[in-house]
């Protein structure tokens, strides 16, 4: 059964599970990459999404992938790498599936942030941020 969170929630829930310290750097390693993940309870939140791309295109992901701008991947603080997670843009119902192979966004108020080619299937590059929902499909984790 999923659960609706609403985004105090989830923060609450980030905080609890991820401690209180500063961000993690943009390029983790794998050593300091290990933020806990959120209870398997966690199986829905909304929020804002943006996307990155040509800037970070190539460059090492937090779970030591190098960063395809092209492929359907993205960015979340505490979900396991490998979680399988569907967004919704909750304004025109569009939606995509994307891989968390790495960690973000940095900036307040984002729940995720997408590649550029999940961005451009949501429809977001033009404005650059929507409002979403997250649902977990499969959690990820070690060896998956």
Do not use: W
Request: hydrophobic share 40%.
């Amino acid at each position: 059964m999923v659960r609706r969170l609403t985004l105090s929630c989830a923060v609450t829930a980030v905080l609890m599970y991820a401690g209180c310290g500063p961000a993690a750097p943009r390029f983790a390693t794998r050593e300091n990459s290990a933020i806990p993940a959120q209870p398997s309870s966690v199986h829905q939140l909304t929020g804002i999404a943006s996307y990155y791309a040509d800037e970070f295109h190539g460059r090492p992901t937090a779970n030591g992938e190098e960063f395809d701008m092209h492929a359907m991947t993205a960015a979340h603080q505490t979900l396991p790498f490998n979680t399988t997670v569907r967004v919704t843009d909750t304004t025109t119902g569009a939606a995509v599936t994307v891989r968390i192979n790495d960690r973000g966004p940095f900036k307040d108020n984002r729940v995720i942030d997408l590649s550029l080619e999940a961005a451009k299937r949501l429809g977001i590059v033009t404005k650059g941020t929507a409002p979403v929902r997250l649902e977990v499909l499969e959690l990820g984790g070690p060896g998956k």
